[in-house]
């Protein structure tokens, strides 16, 4: 099992979120979140003045998959979330050792 975490632009989580689902995937962790990385922040103007926000607004998406899904649902992450432009974000891919639901104690995949 793999933990897929997407740091990407809030306006791109509907997207993303309806293409994990045509591809059955309907549990996920939503997390609004700030950050910088090449985009190096952005100047607003407020009242006439200007100042440097070098925090931006971000949204993290957790998935837990099945390694037979980890491309699959990288893939659909990818041209959901992609504009082209510096800033549209970053996947991870971490190993899960183990899962386990609370609600009956299935574990491994069938968890899932």
């Keep these: 099992m793999k933990k897929i975490e997407a740091i990407v632009r809030p306006h791109k989580l509907d997207e993303i979120k309806t293409k994990l689902e045509e591809l059955s995937i309907f549990g996920m962790t939503i997390t609004d979140v700030r950050g910088c990385g090449r985009q190096k922040g952005k100047t607003e103007l407020y009242r006439g003045a200007e100042y440097q926000i070098s925090l931006i607004p ?22 959901a ?10 996947i991870f891919v971490i190993s899960v ?6 609600r009956t104690g299935e574990r491994g995949d069938r968890a899932l």
């Design 58 to 79: 971000k949204i993290k998406i957790e998935v837990v998959v099945s390694d037979d899904l980890v491309e699959k649902v990288m893939q659909a992450m990818q041209s």
């Design 81 to 90: 979330a992609n504009t082209g432009e510096i800033g549209d974000g970053k």
């Design 97 to 102: 050792d183990e899962t386990m639901r609370i």
